[in-house]
């Protein structure tokens, strides 16, 4: 069958990857069905109300391969992004649920030494395990565990991430170094050796955000950018704000190991996953400040303000190249990577 | 090795835009006939700072995307061909074959692995011995002495369940073809010459450019500053009315190319007339596996039923292919055929013209 | 699919080598570059390496640079 027939009946590999199919399933299925406005707003996490609480609610799976990589594992993983999709709606990260599916004949020193992974991250996040559940299904079922987490949080005071507030001549910081994290899990896949310095840059971002927070609480928008990359979520959030980006090429910090990698196997470190990164846009006035914070914490030490919210063209992102042309930065089409987070 | 300071490599663009746009006064047309050239042209933004009157246009330097469909089509047969395992390059996933795709018969649960050398699918072989492994073996000569080298290699280790499915194809051949070609409408003032064929083959091979037809070339590597430096060196010699070949990217470029890979090739392909989409039939254009090998040539040794094939309906991508008309000119552009859905190979190749029109949106974006 | 590294050659046995861009390193064929020594600059593609890196030519990219520049100061 043709793919234009295949892309409509069956599920992609490129449905899972965060780009343009990726949206379109979420858009049109999921999200229609669902219908309502909190969904609509199509965060990272959702901003509830309960009894007056203002509250974050968040979900995310987990199938990263391979399960352990330079940096981290699927565990400290299915507990970072949640904790961090939480952060990245302006919240505190309080209580996690964790769901296991296990493939029978799975290692049970290997299932330990995830879940102890988990334990260390969510003390590092200062975050608890509240609840979970734990299925096994027989094997070839799944492809030995999926960790499925969930996470409540409460919204800072005075504190509004809105992706409508984002307006002309904002300043959009990126948190570090790009690509670790995804080079960092396909270079065993590619027979690559890679230089120490490679490891996923899997982290808590709460306490990063609560800096950028007490520095800038009219902060604008937060956002990590994971599966699809940079070019992905500032693209999500140029078409939902209906803004136009101005981003400087050669303030974009990523390491000439992982450009090598890059280089080698064809892919662009514009679109790889990054586990611990944070996208920040704040009113240009503040910029500096708010920039001179990040780069006090440990994990905003090479942070940079990358480029401008601008007015055209809008809902799509220029970058300025290192020769001083121009070009439209688009958002992920088909699959990069499979399995990335 | 290379001057990667950002403020050098700021004024150098600078200094080079200015040179070309003060010789590039009156219109002229340039081919970028390497896929790979149209891409990094747009990723570094080049179209944008260029005058108006240059105007750029791909050429059939898509190995991928002048391969007909009949090829795509014999792909799809040997994927569903019992213990078989398809090896090949990523971007062959998406390529639309008259019914099918690799990346839909993937889906529909056929075994293929994208690798990223040729020398992965011996390893697949070795690895897999009660399967048949193909690879499905496209490129220029770039990619051509690769595979040359396996199959010596596979030759050497006694492999016998390695096959490949052959459609290497020649770059002077089509450049002759196509200056010959009376149907070609748009005239072209000089060649942008992709660098890595040229480090095989040696500047020497495209000297006909010069001598018989009185073109400029230039031999141009693929770094942003290296092209901004080729294409002012054409611009220079088209505005003096000058044709010589010129080699920007002698770094790694010599006369006399690689020697031992031209070897390589000669020992285990021969010349033969190949179908070029756009072009028709070009004498000496294909590269063929010798007898001496057959046993690893697919089509002879593995055969498999093939079905009949049709190129797509209202398809330009031959139009595309000989500069033309630009992408946005085929009526199908942008709505019925789209990377999630192409109908031509050039929308979804790595090298395609319509891929990169379509991912960079023309250059000309206004903001 | 033209796409090729330029990487330095770390070490080598027979025709396999380890090269290395910054800091990453694989193997590569040499079976297409049998003369290549250790130390030398590759380009490599899709697992070989095809051709050597002669040292930048800095004379002659800083000449044309300069020639370049001289047209602005007739501006």
Not at chain 1, 126 to 153: L, P, S, W
Not at chain 2, 69 to 77: M, S
Not at chain 2, 228 to 243: D, F, P, R, S
Not at chain 2, 327 to 343: A, D, I, Q, R, S
Request: proline share 5%; with cysteine; glycine share 10%.
């Amino acid at each position: 069958m043709n793919q234009k027939k295949a892309t409509e009946e069956y599920i992609q590999l490129a449905h899972g990857s965060g780009g343009k199919l990726s949206h379109d399933l979420v858009s049109q299925v999921i999200v229609k069905e669902f219908k309502n406005p909190i969904l609509d707003t199509l965060h990272d996490g959702a901003k509830i109300s309960i009894g007056g609480a203002k509250l974050a609610f968040t979900t995310d799976s987990y199938v990263v391969k391979p399960r352990f990589f330079p940096g981290g594992d699927i565990g400290k993983l299915a507990v970072c992004g949640t904790v961090n999709d939480l952060a990245v709606v302006g919240a505190k990260p309080l209580y996690l649920s964790a769901g296991f599916v296990l493939e029978e004949g799975f290692y049970l020193d290997e299932f330990k030494l995830i879940v102890r992974s988990m334990a260390q991250a969510a003390a590092l996040a200062n975050v608890q395990i509240v609840t979970g559940d734990t299925k096994v299904v027989e094997r070839g079922a799944v492809d030995g565990i999926f960790i499925n987490t969930a996470g409540v949080g409460s919204i800072f005071e005075g504190v509004d991430i809105d992706v409508r507030r984002v307006k002309p001549d904002q300043a959009i910081i990126i948190s570090g170094y790009l690509g670790d994290h995804a080079v960092a899990v396909m270079s065993e896949r590619h027979g690559l050796s890679l230089p120490e310095e490679i490891v996923s840059d899997c982290a808590p971002l709460n306490s990063l955000v609560k800096i950028i927070l007490e520095t800038d609480p009219s902060t604008v928008m937060l956002r990590d950018p994971t599966r699809g990359g940079l070019a992905t979520v500032l693209n999500e959030i140029a078409s939902q704000a209906g803004v136009g980006m101005l981003i400087d090429e050669d303030e974009l910090p990523v390491k000439p190991s992982v450009k090598a990698v890059c280089d080698i196997l064809g892919f662009d470190p514009l679109y790889l996953a990054n586990e611990g990164k944070l996208v920040v846009i704040v009113e240009e006035y503040i910029s500096r400040k708010v920039l001179a914070a990040m780069q006090s914490h440990p994990l905003g030490q090479n942070a940079r303000i990358i480029g401008k919210v601008s007015k055209e063209p809008a809902g799509q992102v220029g970058l300025i190249t290192g020769i001083g042309g121009i070009r439209l930065l688009d958002m992920l089409t088909g699959e990069q990577l499979p399995r990335i987070c | 090795m290379n001057m990667k300071d950002s403020a050098y490599t700021k004024r150098a663009a600078g200094l080079l835009t200015e040179g070309i746009s003060r010789l590039g006064a009156k219109p002229m047309r340039i081919m970028e006939v390497c896929g790979t050239h149209t891409m990094s042209i747009f990723k570094a933004g080049i179209r944008r700072i260029l005058p108006e009157t240059i105007d750029l246009v791909s050429g059939p330097g898509c190995p991928v995307c002048v391969t007909a469909n009949d090829y795509l089509d014999a792909a799809v047969a040997y994927a569903r061909l019992p213990e078989s395992i398809i090896a090949t390059f990523g971007d062959m996933l998406k390529i639309p074959g008259s019914h099918s795709s690799l990346l839909a018969e993937k889906t529909a649960g056929a075994d293929i692995r994208v690798v990223y050398s040729p020398m992965d699918a011996l390893a697949l072989a070795a690895e897999n011995s009660g399967k048949q492994v193909i690879f499905l073996a496209v490129g220029f000569e770039t990619t051509a002495p690769l595979v040359a080298a396996t199959i010596l290699a596979a030759k050497k280790g006694g492999v016998s369940n390695l096959y490949f499915l052959t459609a290497h194809k020649l770059v002077p051949p089509a450049l002759a073809a196509l200056l010959k070609n009376p149907l070609q409408s748009k005239k072209i003032d000089g060649f942008l010459l992709p660098g890595h064929v040229c480090a095989i083959t040696g500047t020497k091979a495209f000297e006909f450019l010069s001598e018989e037809f009185k073109i400029p070339a230039v031999v141009t590597g693929f770094e942003p500053l290296d092209i901004l430096e080729g294409i002012y060196l054409l611009v220079k010699e088209i505005a003096a009315q000058e044709c010589r070949l010129l080699n920007q990217y002698s770094r790694v470029v010599k006369e006399n190319g690689n020697k031992d890979a031209c070897r390589m090739m000669a020992e285990v392909f021969r010349p033969a007339p190949s179908n070029w989409r756009g072009l028709g039939v070009i004498c000496h254009s294909g590269l063929v596996l010798k007898e001496e090998y057959g046993d690893f040539d697919a089509l002879s040794s593995l055969p498999v039923e093939l079905f009949a094939s049709v190129e797509p309906a209202g398809c330009r991508c031959g139009d595309v292919l000989t500069g033309s008309i630009r992408p946005p000119e085929c009526p199908l552009f942008g709505n019925k055929c789209l990377p999630e859905h192409p109908v031509g190979s050039c929308m979804v190749s790595t090298e395609g013209a319509c891929a990169a029109w379509y991912k960079y949106q023309a250059g000309r974006w206004q903001f | 699919m033209c796409l090729a590294v330029p990487a330095k050659v770390v070490s080598r046995e027979e025709f396999l080598a380890v090269v290395d861009v910054a800091g990453v390193t694989r193997n590569v064929s040499l079976m297409l570059l049998p003369h290549a020594k250790v130390g030398d600059f590759v380009m490599i593609h899709a697992g070989f390496a095809i051709e050597t890196v002669e040292e930048e030519e800095a004379g002659r990219i800083l000449e044309l640079l300069q020639e370049l520049a001289s047209y602005e100061h007739e501006r």
